[in-house]
């Protein structure tokens, strides 16, 4: 398993058919893996994935890779477990040495209120089949002895939830894999083609136009990532999604071992170590909604300076890298994933800055959709008819980032 995917990896590429059974836009993690388990648990493996620049150029290969299910509502919580779950059997099943590690999470509390929040996030995770409970402040030092309790003296760390199954892994091995294993199968994976519009028999999608030309399918799945907006508009569809930019870095190697993943709502950040000994950090969405990749000083500065106050060691170490992905942002926090109402056209959507962790979970999914013509019961909440229904599933576990 610890062999470089390098040396053992093998990915065969096709000349675009004029007409596959399934298209999906967007080979990140979410349309590699829907391909990868359409062609493992179904056998439908007549399937192009059409990516415009390379695989994993999206966000699935800029995130933070944190993995977990620690979410504050039920369906939330069933849902992501089951990615928990396929993550943790994914080397095994694909061969692939992803760079899965358990590393347990904390989540932090500075206020009486903030310590209800996770003694409730502990409640509903055990209910829903997580393992999060909650922590007093010796724990937390414990797990974590590279905490400043008192937060430098104005955000003391009173108490907090510890999800132990809460993980990483390494997030272009996630995509990689899932490449290799629908190609193996008999999946076309074709990099740097653009669909520019969609092809339509009256109400229904019947294909996909692309700077190579037009592609007739039985089955549109969008998977497009912080561009699905432009790609839903083409079907007439008007989606509930803003893109805003989310940035993140990572510093020089720090010499001591960092074992958990930590994070403060309050404070807004997170920070784990990475395989290489790299501190890594993450923080909010820039607030004004845009598709720039450009990444700026003042989240550097600010978010530093927040990660400082519970983490004082950082200050003797220096940013070496510094990137941004643009997150399709749901207004409820949640996903959306499945019919949109458009025959032949399906969306996986409203991944946010939370969508790494669910890539097994929701290509599991939109696979079973996209091969039975019926919508799971574990992704059937998370329809895009729920704002019409008003049934959004606002999801306070799910802001903070990761
Ligand atoms: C800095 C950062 C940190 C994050 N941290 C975490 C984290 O710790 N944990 C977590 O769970 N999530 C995290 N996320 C969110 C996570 O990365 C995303 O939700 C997830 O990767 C989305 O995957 P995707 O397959 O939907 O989109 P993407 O990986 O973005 O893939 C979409 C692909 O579609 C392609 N595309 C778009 N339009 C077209 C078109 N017209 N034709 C062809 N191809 C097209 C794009 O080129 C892109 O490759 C983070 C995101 C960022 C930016």
């Given at each position: 398993m610890n062999e470089f995917i390098e040396r053992k990896v093998q990915l065969t590429w096709h000349t675009p058919k004029r007409a596959y059974d399934v298209v999906i836009v967007g080979g990140g993690g979410h349309g590699l893996a829907t391909a990868y388990y359409l062609a493992t648990r179904h056998g439908i493996t007549n399937v192009a994935v059409l990516e415009?620049?390379?695989?994993?150029?999206?966000?699935s290969g800029r995130n933070t890779t944190v993995i977990r299910a620690n979410y504050g509502i039920p369906e939330a919580v069933r849902f992501y477990q089951r990615s928990v779950e396929l993550y943790q059997h994914l080397e095994q099943e694909t061969d692939r040495w992803i760079m899965h590690k358990a590393k347990g999470l904390l989540w932090l509390a500075h206020t009486e209120a903030a310590i209800r929040g996770e003694r409730a996030r502990a409640e509903v995770n055990t209910a829903f089949g997580a393992k999060t409970t909650y922590v007093d402040p010796q724990q937390i030092k414990e797990i974590c002895?590279?905490?400043?309790m008192t937060g430098a003296g104005v955000w003391p760390i009173v108490g907090g939830s510890y999800h132990a199954e809460g993980a990483t892994a390494r997030h272009d091995r996630v995509v990689w894999a899932f490449a290799e294993g629908a190609m193996q199968r008999g999946v076309h994976v074709h990099q740097r083609i653009a669909v520019t519009g969609l092809l339509m028999e009256g109400d229904r999608v019947t294909g996909v136009q692309t700077d190579a030309g037009p592609i007739a399918a039985g089955i549109v799945l969008s998977a497009a990532g912080g561009h699905v907006t432009g790609l839903a508009a083409m079907a007439g569809l008007r989606l509930p999604i803003r893109t805003h930019p989310l940035q993140a870095y990572v510093t020089n190697h720090y010499a001591q071992q960092f074992d958990a993943i930590v994070a403060s709502t309050s404070l807004l950040f997170y920070a784990s170590q990475t395989a290489r000994g790299e501190m890594l950090i993450g923080a909010e969405i820039d607030r004004q909604p845009s598709y720039s990749y450009r990444s700026g000083h003042h989240l550097l500065q600010s978010c530093s300076h927040r990660a400082m106050t519970l983490l004082p060691f950082l200050r003797d170490l220096r940013v070496l890298r510094q990137w941004t992905g643009v997150c399709d942002m749901s207004p409820d926090y949640s996903p959306i994933m499945g019919k949109t109402g458009v025959d032949g056209f399906y969306i996986t959507t409203g991944w946010g800055t939370w969508g790494f962790k669910a890539i097994p979970a929701s290509g599991e999914q939109m696979a079973q959709l996209i091969a039975t013509g019926d919508t799971p019961e574990l992704i059937a909440p998370f329809g895009l008819d729920r704002f019409a229904k008003d049934r959004t599933l606002a999801d306070r576990g799910s802001s903070g980032t990761h």
């Amino acid at each position: 398993m610890n062999e470089f995917i390098e040396r053992k990896v093998q990915l065969t590429w096709h000349t675009p058919k004029r007409a596959y059974d399934v298209v999906i836009v967007g080979g990140g993690g979410h349309g590699l893996a829907t391909a990868y388990y359409l062609a493992t648990r179904h056998g439908i493996t007549n399937v192009a994935v059409l990516e415009r620049s390379y695989i994993g150029g999206g966000n699935s290969g800029r995130n933070t890779t944190v993995i977990r299910a620690n979410y504050g509502i039920p369906e939330a919580v069933r849902f992501y477990q089951r990615s928990v779950e396929l993550y943790q059997h994914l080397e095994q099943e694909t061969d692939r040495w992803i760079m899965h590690k358990a590393k347990g999470l904390l989540w932090l509390a500075h206020t009486e209120a903030a310590i209800r929040g996770e003694r409730a996030r502990a409640e509903v995770n055990t209910a829903f089949g997580a393992k999060t409970t909650y922590v007093d402040p010796q724990q937390i030092k414990e797990i974590c002895p590279q905490l400043d309790m008192t937060g430098a003296g104005v955000w003391p760390i009173v108490g907090g939830s510890y999800h132990a199954e809460g993980a990483t892994a390494r997030h272009d091995r996630v995509v990689w894999a899932f490449a290799e294993g629908a190609m193996q199968r008999g999946v076309h994976v074709h990099q740097r083609i653009a669909v520019t519009g969609l092809l339509m028999e009256g109400d229904r999608v019947t294909g996909v136009q692309t700077d190579a030309g037009p592609i007739a399918a039985g089955i549109v799945l969008s998977a497009a990532g912080g561009h699905v907006t432009g790609l839903a508009a083409m079907a007439g569809l008007r989606l509930p999604i803003r893109t805003h930019p989310l940035q993140a870095y990572v510093t020089n190697h720090y010499a001591q071992q960092f074992d958990a993943i930590v994070a403060s709502t309050s404070l807004l950040f997170y920070a784990s170590q990475t395989a290489r000994g790299e501190m890594l950090i993450g923080a909010e969405i820039d607030r004004q909604p845009s598709y720039s990749y450009r990444s700026g000083h003042h989240l550097l500065q600010s978010c530093s300076h927040r990660a400082m106050t519970l983490l004082p060691f950082l200050r003797d170490l220096r940013v070496l890298r510094q990137w941004t992905g643009v997150c399709d942002m749901s207004p409820d926090y949640s996903p959306i994933m499945g019919k949109t109402g458009v025959d032949g056209f399906y969306i996986t959507t409203g991944w946010g800055t939370w969508g790494f962790k669910a890539i097994p979970a929701s290509g599991e999914q939109m696979a079973q959709l996209i091969a039975t013509g019926d919508t799971p019961e574990l992704i059937a909440p998370f329809g895009l008819d729920r704002f019409a229904k008003d049934r959004t599933l606002a999801d306070r576990g799910s802001s903070g980032t990761h």
